[in-house]
């Protein structure tokens, strides 16, 4: 089985600095999909960002970027100029790929990373 | 606005009872799971339907029961509720195959 790993329980930036996020996994299957999802105060699960592990070019949405290391099996999510909003639960997340045999269509998080803004 | 609807948005109940939770997935997705997030278990997966029928199961109790209609709105049925069934549930829907799962807002449980 998968599992997911988040070594950080707790993070802070400072507004317009940059933080990294950790996430390492576990798995057997050579092709997947990483997600990293945010959870503000209002406890919504927000899609940040996916990768797809058969791409070798790291995903990257605006301020939000990975770098994906598939023989470290390591999946960090860095944000960069972080404002006040990006306060919240950030989860990583790991779901087979059924186009490549996966059987198991569910996602499976890490335990999360609070990562805490100052002004 | 993830365009996945959940009702209710809040519930409170009382050991023993039964609630029915309702999920209705964005337009086109025929795919629906259902989460449970508490503050000892993290976020599990429940169960997959897919286009009406039950495609994965995860560490879903015997109490818990779910369905997907027609219309592809979900329905988690819990019974005979203990305290430790409080949790925020969520359903996420998914279009086929590949495709990223997006969540609805939840609804929180709170069982007395």
């Known amino acids: 089985a998968q599992t997911v790993t988040q070594s950080q329980p707790e993070m802070s930036v400072q507004e317009a600095e940059t933080v990294t996020l950790s996430c390492t996994y576990d798995?057997?299957?050579?092709?997947?999909?990483l997600f990293w999802y945010k959870q503000p105060p209002s406890r919504q699960m927000i899609l940040v960002i996916r990768?797809?592990?058969?791409?070798?070019q790291n995903a990257t949405e605006n301020r939000f970027s990975v770098n994906f290391q598939k023989a470290a099996k390591s999946f960090s999510l860095k944000i960069s100029d972080s404002q006040l909003g990006d306060a919240a639960m950030y989860f990583c997340?790991?779901?087979?790929?059924?186009?490549?045999?996966?059987?198991?269509?569910?996602?499976?998080f890490g335990k999360g990373t609070l990562l805490t803004v100052n002004p | 606005d993830s365009g996945v609807t959940q009702t209710p948005k809040h519930l409170i109940t009382a050991t023993g009872q039964r609630v029915t939770l309702r999920c209705s997935p964005r337009?086109?997705?025929?795919?629906v799971y259902w989460y449970q997030q508490s503050l000892d278990q993290g976020l599990q997966f429940l169960i997959q339907?897919?286009?009406?029928?039950?495609?994965a199961k995860g560490n879903i109790l015997e109490r818990f029961s779910a369905q997907q209609f027609p219309d592809l709105h979900s329905e988690l049925n819990l019974s005979s509720l203990e305290l430790g069934d409080s949790a925020l549930y969520f359903c996420?829907?998914?279009?086929?195959?590949?495709?990223?799962?997006?969540f609805g807002p939840g609804t929180r449980l709170l069982v007395l």
């Open positions: 996420a829907s998914q279009r086929e195959g590949g495709g990223t799962q997006y």
């Open positions: 339907y897919y286009n009406g029928e039950e495609r």
């Open positions: 990768q797809e592990a058969y791409k070798q």
């Open positions: 337009s086109g997705d025929l795919s």
């Open positions: 798995t057997s299957e050579s092709d997947y999909y």
């Open positions: 997340a790991y779901r087979s790929n059924p186009y490549s045999g996966g059987s198991n269509y569910k996602l499976t």
